[in-house]
């Protein structure tokens, strides 16, 4: 079973930065497709970033320029840099992994990890 472990998560105001952390419990998680995932209150969850198993990236228009999708293979682990946050990005973050080694749109994830919860004040 592969779970999914996320880290990072908190409050800040307005144009600060947070980092998220998603550990993941699989050796070969390398080869998957890993992305970033958020829900707000009253919102569909939305995709916010992808990483693939040769590290290409995909970014949410409301992202771009703002946030970075990475990985570390080393630690299992990957990453999302948030910076100059504002209101909206408030929700709950989701990383999610799938054994497809590419990140086709509107992928159905089969691994996720249980969230947490990012607050950005005016």
């Known amino acids: 079973q592969v779970q999914l472990v996320e880290s990072g998560g908190d409050s800040v105001q307005a144009r600060g930065s947070l980092r998220l952390s998603c550990a993941i419990s699989k050796y070969f998680y390398r080869t998957y497709c890993m992305g970033w995932f958020r829900q707000a209150p009253g919102k569909e969850r939305e995709e916010v970033a992808t990483i693939d198993s040769v590290a290409r990236t995909t970014y949410a228009d409301s992202v771009k320029g703002r946030f970075t999708i990475s990985k570390d293979n080393a630690k299992n682990t990957f990453y999302l840099q948030m910076n100059s946050l504002k209101p909206e990005d408030t929700a709950v973050y989701y990383c999610?992994?799938?054994?497809?080694?590419?990140?086709?749109?509107?992928?159905?994830?089969?691994?996720w990890g249980q969230g947490t919860q990012v607050t950005v004040s005016p």
């Open positions: 999610a992994a799938d054994p497809l080694s590419y990140c086709p749109q509107g992928l159905t994830y089969k691994y």
